[in-house]
Each structure stands twice: as C-alpha cells, then as structure tokens.
Nanobody, 121 residues
Framework: QVQIVESGGGLVQPGGSLRLSCEAS????????MGWYRQAPGKQRELVGN???????NYADSVKGRFTISRSDAKRTVYLQMNSLRLEDTAVYYC???????????????WGKGTQVTVSS
C-alpha cells in the first residue's frame, strides 16, 4: 500500500509565503519524478512544477521565480516553497509521485488528496 500525503496548506495574505510538503510512504522500492499540480475552482488541474532524481526542476511560467521545488530522498518527501503569493495562486495543491513498489514493478504514478492554499487579504 502506498500513501501520498500533502501538508502545509492554509490561508495567507498576498505577498506571503507557504511551504508545502508531500511524503510518500508504504511499500516503495524507489521514487522517481515528483511533482506539484494545482486546481483552482472551475479550472482544470495544471502543472506547477516537478523535480527528477537528479534534482533538475521544471516550473510553470506563472510561478517561475516565486516557487521552488526540492526533495529529500531519505524522507521520500518533496517540498514546494511558495513566495510572493498572489490571489491567483489560490487552489488545491496536489502532489504526484512516480515510483516503483518493488524492483519488478514498472514506474507508476500516485496522487495525494491535496491541500488547500488560499491567498486572500
């Protein structure tokens, strides 16, 4: 059984910061790419950014220069540091992790249930 759990969401004023965490736990042989997505009300889920095993990152244009993704393989955790938050960053933030449950299994993706981030004055 694999569990993906996000944490760190909340209410913040425009210009503020939040740090989200996402931990993968359970029967896991190895983790590969880890990423963050978000879904605002009435909109489709969109990629925020991701990070590969080598620490290479990729970001949506809307968050470049403001958000930073990092990971700890020892903790099987990916982080999203969000600075200079804007009203339009309000959304449910989801974590997606590519992993193998055993050495025999292919890579497969798993989603967390999301954490709400609200930017409001």
């Amino acid at each position: 059984q694999v569990q993906i759990v996000e944490s760190g969401g909340g209410l913040v004023q425009p210009g503020g910061s939040l740090r989200l965490s996402c931990e993968a736990s359970g029967s896991i042989f190895l983790t590969s790419n880890m990423g963050w997505y978000r879904q605002a009300p009435g909109k489709q889920r969109e990629l925020v950014g991701n990070i590969d095993n080598g620490g290479n990152t990729n970001y949506a244009d809307s968050v470049k220069g403001r958000f930073t993704i990092s990971r700890s393989d020892a903790k099987r955790t990916v982080y999203l540091q969000m600075n200079s938050l804007r009203l339009e960053d309000t959304a449910v933030y989801y974590c997606k992790v590519w992993l193998r449950k055993t050495w025999r299994d292919p890579l497969d993706s798993y989603w967390g249930k999301g954490t709400q981030v609200t930017v409001s004055s």
